[in-house]
T-cell receptor
Framework: AQSVTQLDSQVPVFEEAPVELRCNYS??????LFWYVQYPNQGLQLLLK??????LVKGINGFEAEFNKSQTSFHLRKPSVHISDTAEYFC???????????????FGAGTRLAVHP | GAVVSQHPSWVICKSGTSVKIECRSL??????MFWYRQFPKQSLMLMAT?????????EQGVEKDKFLINHASLTLSTLTVTSAHPEDSSFYIC??????????????????FGEGSRLTVL
């Protein structure tokens, strides 16, 4: 069975500092990996995804993530954060495509990023 | 990207009543939709997979008679919480899967999420 572990429940950081949100997954087969952001009382917005190819994936809002198969990790990074990046971030995994498209997503517990002035 | 809309965004009801939440894909047809539940400060837990024209597939531990899912059209799935109780209070989020184009470089069934519906049962 697949599982996703987000090692940090909360990450406080000062504005303009770099940040890394950690995500490790467990699966016996190849997976597709995602990072989503959730603002208070809202749904999820896709930041980026890894399907195949280059292990360094660039997403929206200046975020990027690197897929490391040997360490089964998919850590999210941003070189300089803004106050507006304060939100909940979720790492997710799916076995990938079935006949109809993406299969169901399994989410990590989430990491609360708090950016302080 | 594609738009998925949920209604209502907020609902408060009395214990014992039933509440219906709608999930609509506004600009694409979704043969598959997923329903998630999120408790405060926690992750999203998949409740069920909703397939148009067939019965929903529920995750282990989810009461199918409690959480009725209907996917009667390609753009609408509904979740009905029957005889709601305070412990059913939660944030419910749906996601809809856009159809695959079947061609290289085309759509590959991306998932899009609704804004969520917050249910409070008094």
């Amino acid at each position: 069975a697949q599982s996703v572990t987000q090692l940090d429940s909360q990450v406080p950081v000062f504005e303009e500092a770099p940040v890394e949100l950690r995500c490790n997954y467990s699966s016996s087969v190849s997976v597709y990996l995602f990072w989503y952001v959730q603002y208070p009382n809202q749904g999820l917005q896709l930041l980026l995804k890894y399907l195949s190819g280059s292990t360094l994936v660039k997403g929206i809002n200046g975020f990027e993530a690197e897929f490391n198969k040997s360490q089964t990790s998919f850590h999210l990074r941003k070189p300089s954060v803004h106050i507006s990046d304060t939100a909940e971030y979720f790492c997710a995994v799916t076995l990938g495509l079935d006949f109809g498209g993406y299969n169901k997503l399994i989410f990590g517990a989430g990491t609360r990023l708090a950016v302080h002035p | 990207g594609a738009v998925v809309s949920q209604h209502p965004s907020w609902v408060i009801c009395k214990s014992g009543t039933s509440v219906k939440i709608e999930c609509r894909s506004l600009d694409f047809q979704a043969t598959t939709m997923f329903w998630y539940r999120q408790f405060p400060k926690q992750s999203l837990m998949l409740m069920a997979t909703s397939n148009e024209g067939s019965k929903a597939t529920y995750e282990q531990g989810v009461e199918k008679d409690k959480f009725l899912i209907n996917h009667a059209s390609l753009t609408l799935s509904t979740l009905t919480v029957t005889s709601a109780h305070p412990e059913d209070s939660s944030f419910y989020i749906c996601s809809a899967r856009e159809p695959t184009s079947g061609t290289p470089g085309g759509s590959y069934g991306e998932l899009f999420f609704g804004e969520g519906s917050r249910l409070t049962v008094l």
